[in-house]
């Protein structure tokens, strides 16, 4: 992650396809924002355990005058690198995966994160519960289904596929195993139950109406779950743009979920997903800007040598950002709920990255 200042966006927005405006209506862009409910960084003495960065007083006014449904975070957050960003010192990462939520639900952007771990392994309801205790009323989370379900390939530990996973979106163990315990772990503070795709086999993407049919009663048996008016968004994640269609649209649609704009080089770039956002419109946005499209589709491992130590703005995104705050502004403007999480290997620095986003959402 870099140091550096937080930059303002020079987004063209004549690049911007016009169509984008049938997204949000006749949203007023400039419409004033309603003030989001915020907990500013307490000053103590230092004390045992992770303590708070000292944010600068421009970031409080900023994330005074963004609108109280709009959440921004990060996917994980155990960075020494965030030290004067979010924390007040280069705490091991072992300390900050434990206790870091303490301090970094104190920033005033933050008011989310994305739990990635989830996606390796099924947690319990008691760590669920541990988290949500280190957080005030106000935060929600976002938590990933485990892949063991939303893999159809068990995989060997490069990645590559073994053979065929016998419980592919199967809706029983996504309510034992995910659903319930994050919804009895976290309680009021669950946000998002996102249901990310790994990259599909020929074999599926052959058959698109079975793999609908089976996601789709997955999707209606989480429905079933969760109280009627439940606040919690349900999401779709994908990884194979071919997917991207009618029958991925009447699949969320039949069971209230929504689409998560996965934003990473194994997908189209954000502009070209907003079809499926549009047509599901009105609705709330659930977006993970995870892979910066100049690495390629399995670019990580670049990606995170490149940005070491994850503490200043190394690949700067313009377009993607530009897109992505016109998004916001016109989801949020109508008064639908955002979930914006943002990783490192976006442009290098997770928490600066959403300061440039801030940032824009406030221009004229």
């Known amino acids: 992650m870099q140091r550096l200042a937080?930059?303002?966006?020079?987004?063209?927005?004549?690049?911007?396809?016009?169509?984008?405006?049938?997204?949000?209506?006749?949203?007023?862009?400039?419409?004033?924002?309603?003030?989001?409910?915020q907990q500013a960084p307490s000053r103590r003495p230092k004390r045992a355990g992770v303590q708070p960065a000292t944010v600068d007083a421009s970031l409080q006014a900023i994330a005074a005058q963004l609108p109280a449904h709009l959440r921004f975070g990060v996917s994980t957050w155990s960075y020494p690198g965030w030290d004067g960003l979010v924390w007040d010192g280069a705490y091991e990462p072992s300390l900050l995966s434990r206790q870091g939520l303490t301090a970094y639900h104190q920033h005033p952007l933050l008011r989310t994160v994305c739990i990635d771990r989830t996606f390796w392994r099924p947690l319990t309801t008691t760590q669920y519960e541990t988290y949500a205790g280190q957080v005030n009323e106000d935060f929600r989370f976002v938590v990933k289904c485990p892949a063991s379900i939303t893999d159809a390939q068990v995989r060997a530990e490069d990645g590559k596929a073994r053979e065929a996973n016998a419980d592919f979106l199967d809706p029983q163990l996504a309510i034992d195993q995910f659903v319930r315990p994050a919804t009895e772990g976290l309680g009021d503070k669950l946000g998002v139950l996102v249901f990310q795709l790994s990259p599909l086999s020929r074999e599926w993407l052959q058959r698109p109406d079975a793999l609908f049919a089976r996601l789709g009663q997955l999707l209606a048996a989480v429905r079933d779950f969760l109280p009627d008016a439940s606040p919690v968004i349900v999401a779709v994640e994908l990884r194979d743009a071919s997917l991207l269609g009618d029958a991925l649209i009447h699949t969320l649609k039949a069971h209230q979920a929504t689409f998560c704009l996965g934003l990473h080089s194994k997908m189209p770039p954000i502009e070209d997903q907003l079809d499926v956002l549009r047509s599901l419109w009105p609705g709330p946005l659930v977006c993970r800007w995870s892979l910066n499209r100049i690495f390629g589709p399995y670019g990580y491992e670049a990606a995170q040598k490149k940005h070491d130590p994850f503490n200043e703005i190394r690949s700067e995104d313009t377009h993607t950002l530009g897109w992505l705050a016109r998004t916001i502004r016109g989801t949020t403007s109508r008064g639908q709920p955002a979930f914006v999480t943002v990783s490192n290997d976006a442009e290098g620095c997770a928490p600066l990255t959403i300061a440039r986003l801030a940032r824009q959402l406030l221009e004229p």
């Not at 405006?21 to 419409?31: K, R, T, V």
């Open 6 to 37: 937080v930059l303002q966006c020079d987004c063209d927005n004549s690049a911007m396809n016009p169509m984008q405006d049938d997204l949000f209506g006749d949203a007023d862009a400039g419409a004033p924002a309603e003030p989001a409910a």
